[in-house]
Nanobody
Framework: VQLQASGGGLVQAGGSLRLSCAAS????????IGWYRQAPGKQRELVAG???????HYADSVKGRFTIFRGDAKNTVYLQMNSLRPEDTAIYYC?????????WGQGTQVTVSS
């Protein structure tokens, strides 16, 4: 499974961004996709995840502000981020949980200015 993440950028506090994660390859093996982030000097943390039957879960820090959803093509997962805060600044990664293991996409930088 290959993942292509995109959509990061620079935004002011209170603004919005939408990240995309497009999956290709052995799509039948995917059990779910998650978005993670890693800020400088911090460990990578789970932000949001979505299973194959569209069950979602979120980190407490983003509940009510971020939404993870699947596109019409089903092979693309989006992370809609609203009411962004400076503490959301990080490199965001998508990860697929598959029957063959975990596969990571390249990161996309999100910077929120105060």
């Amino acid at each position: 499974v290959q993942l292509q993440a995109s959509g990061g950028g620079l935004v002011q506090a209170g603004g919005s961004l939408r990240l995309s994660c497009a999956a290709s390859g052995s799509l039948f093996s995917i059990n779910g996709i998650g978005w993670y982030r890693q800020a400088p000097g911090k460990q990578r943390e789970l932000v949001a995840g979505i299973s194959n039957d569209d069950i979602t879960h979120y980190a407490d820090s983003v509940k009510g502000r971020f939404t993870i959803f699947r596109g019409d093509a089903k092979n693309t997962v989006y992370l809609q981020m609203n009411s962004l805060r400076p503490e959301d600044t990080a490199i965001y990664y998508c990860m697929s949980d598959t029957t063959y293991g975990h596969f990571w996409g390249q990161g996309t930088q999100v910077t929120v200015s105060s």
